[in-house]
């Protein structure tokens, strides 16, 4: 147990992180959503019926959408994109999908290589986009769940302003939807870019997302 312990303690920490994260959301947004009720003359609800609600659905979804579409146009940026000294990119000579000897496909797969990198054919093309095909779809997934349960949350405030509710299709034009995508998107492209940039010249003694501490600033790719 200590062993598989050690060996998976990212990403159990960032699971223990994620589990305590989200019920901590789902109590505060519970605790707001009731005082909002109240502060409404209307009733409130218990917590079960919160976490089941649209209101809870739309704020952990649009946060989820964002998440994956970052790592999504990360992933694909990087074939191509290249920062000078930055440990985020790849070496400045490699920049697109490189051959199939660089990436130890096909007849030069090593023997402990995935079955699917050795088979070639649709199976290794499919193996090869698979990371980012599986985040694109979760960024989509999450994407929809965030449109309707924003739309639902959204024709409830108007029902409750007595005002007519909006088709789903209306809702997707609204200002609603995008300013809740948008507020999401900016931040985490700040921070992706962010992170590039400056680990062009500071440093993380230890994290796999820095240079060694001695490395000169123009080393590309290279991490510590």
Do not use: C
């Amino acid at each position: 147990m200590r062993t598989f312990v050690r060996h998976n303690s990212l990403s159990l920490f960032f699971g223990l992180l994620f589990v305590l994260a989200l019920a901590g959301q789902s109590v505060a947004g519970w605790l707001q959503f009731n005082a909002l009720q109240s502060a409404e003359h209307l009733d409130t609800v218990s917590w079960t019926a919160y976490v089941a609600s649209s209101d809870f659905a739309v704020d952990v979804a649009e946060n989820w959408q964002s998440e994956f579409l970052q790592f999504w146009v990360y992933l694909m940026a990087t074939i191509w994109l290249l920062q000078k000294g930055s440990p985020e990119s790849k070496e400045l000579d490699k920049a697109g999908r490189e051959s199939e000897k660089e990436q130890k496909i096909g007849r030069h797969a090593v023997a402990d290589s995935p079955a699917w990198a050795k088979a070639g054919g649709w199976r290794t093309r499919v193996y090869s986009t698979s990371l980012a095909a599986v985040m694109g779809s979760i960024f989509l997934a999450s994407w929809l769940v965030q449109s309707v349960a924003g739309w639902a949350t959204f024709n409830e405030q108007r029902l409750e302003q007595l005002q007519d509710p909006l088709s789903w299709g209306g809702y997707l034009r609204n200002a609603d939807f995008w300013a809740r995508t948008l507020q999401n998107w900016q931040s985490e492209f700040l921070a992706v870019g962010t992170l590039a940039v400056l680990a062009i010249y500071l440093r993380q003694r230890g994290s796999s997302q820095s240079k060694p501490v001695g490395e000169p600033h123009g080393s590309t790719g290279v991490e510590g």
